[in-house]
């Protein structure tokens, strides 16, 4: 069986009526085409409503990124850049000076820029912990994407704003989530809680069941894992908190070290137009690439649990998904290999050299100074310097020339 999926690559701005008729809503349309209803008068607007950032699998099912953060800390004259970069949707930007909030991670936020669909840019000050001094050269910046805000913009547009705040401004993505609907409601919450009590069930530990809380917003909910780990799903009905979209929804949130090798591998994996020839560019075919990258993606999300049948022994490799989760799998099948996230390496840019002299070496280069200072004067750590900044020289590669020739391109735009 091979894998039957539509996808397309049409940025459509539609009138109002139509966004907020129940029989034409942006969710009605993606079910018919995920259903496989062509015979639907409401086809032709369905495709060009449906971003590319969806995958309509022909099964009844779509996939999409739901939230992306990114946190570091950048030049302070590149705030209005960065936000340039993230704003895909180019929407007025409100500016709350007032605003003030710590994070876990100890970083106080003073300003705050947001839009409208729910783009959110935090800045705070980068603190010496030593001296308490601000740095006036660099801010912290957190870039938050909520899943509103990706739900209108194209998957292909979201890799080229996030291939930048990764590279070039060397920020860290801390936080990714993707969410696949089944728009058939194949899925049964009641029945995989069932198999989770009675442990036929791997790649997480914790769980818990909410047996619909209306008052809360949620319907018949399932966790698997901690929602403070790095891999955390989420199994809900999405009809209480989006009364328009009727499905069962599969939520994975990814943190930490896996978001950022996640996006490292969709970054590194996005198909490259800019080298293509006019006359011979095939829209069609790059559009394919995108939805086959999403598709590994999607792949290798779902690899990281299932369900299955504990009953001939104790060996987990020998053991077989339990029937409904290999049909829900199944879905998937392509000769697209699933996405491999342990090889992803980030492309090296300026900003992360820079980045990684300032985290990695400004303390040791601060005790030789002093050393320095104390035995033999100023003069020594000068000449220390220069030498080893000319023993950089002699072992520059050809790529390392490039990586400069990269950054005073893009300084220049």
């Not at 995920?34 to 639907?40: E, H, R």
């Not at 939230?67 to 949707?89: C, E, M, Q, Y």
């Not at 104790?314 to 290999?337: G, H």
Request: overall charge neutral; glycine content about 6%; charged content about 30%.
């Amino acid at each position: 069986m091979s894998l039957y999926w539509k996808y397309y690559s049409v940025n459509t701005t539609l009138g109002g009526d139509f966004k907020h008729s129940p029989e034409q809503s942006k969710s009605a349309l993606l079910a018919q085409l995920a259903l496989g209803n062509t015979q639907s008068e409401s086809l032709g607007l369905a495709k060009s409503y449906a971003d590319d950032h969806w995958l309509e699998t022909g099964f009844g099912q779509t996939s999409h990124l739901d939230w992306v953060t990114f946190r570091g800390k950048i030049p302070a004259n590149k705030i209005d850049d960065v936000i340039a970069t993230s704003n895909l949707l180019n929407e007025k930007v409100n500016v709350n000076d007032d605003f003030y909030k710590i994070d876990p991670d100890g970083v106080a936020y003073h300003t705050m820029y947001q839009t409208l669909q729910g783009l959110t840019v935090l800045i705070g000050d980068v603190v010496c912990p030593q001296t308490g001094e601000v740095l006036q050269g660099f801010k912290y910046c957190k870039v938050e994407c909520s899943g509103t805000f990706l739900s209108w913009t194209e998957f292909k547009r979201q890799l080229r704003s996030f291939s930048i705040l990764y590279g070039h401004y060397a920020l860290r993505c801390t936080r990714l989530d993707l969410a696949t609907d089944d728009w058939a409601k194949r899925l049964d919450i009641d029945y995989i809680n069932e198999v989770c009590k009675a442990k036929d069930r791997w790649g997480f530990k914790n769980r818990k069941y909410i047996d619909s809380d209306t008052a809360a917003g949620e319907g018949k909910t399932i966790y698997l894992g901690s929602p403070t780990s790095e891999k955390y799903v989420k199994i809900y009905e999405t009809k209480v908190k989006h009364p328009d979209i009727d499905t069962i929804r599969v939520e994975h949130k990814f943190g930490r070290d896996i978001a950022h090798r996640a996006m490292g591998f969709l970054i590194g994996c996005k198909p490259e137009a800019s080298d293509a020839d006019v006359e011979t560019f095939d829209v069609k075919e790059y559009d394919r690439q995108y939805g086959e990258l999403m598709l590994r993606f999607v792949k290798w999300a779902m690899n990281l649990f299932g369900f299955i049948d504990r009953s001939k022994g104790k060996n987990l490799s020998r053991a077989k998904n339990l029937p409904f989760w290999q049909e829900f799998l199944d879905r998937f099948y392509d000769e697209a290999p699933p996405a491999d996230i342990s090889t992803a390496k980030p492309r090296p840019t300026m900003e992360k050299k820079i980045a990684w002299v300032v985290r990695s070496v400004s303390r040791s280069l601060f005790m030789i100074k002093q050393g320095f200072k104390e035995a033999f004067g100023n003069d020594r750590f000068t000449l220390f310097l220069r030498d080893i900044i000319k023993d950089g020289e002699l072992r520059m590669r050809s790529q390392d020339w490039q990586l400069i020739t990269d950054y005073l391109q893009f300084a220049e735009t």
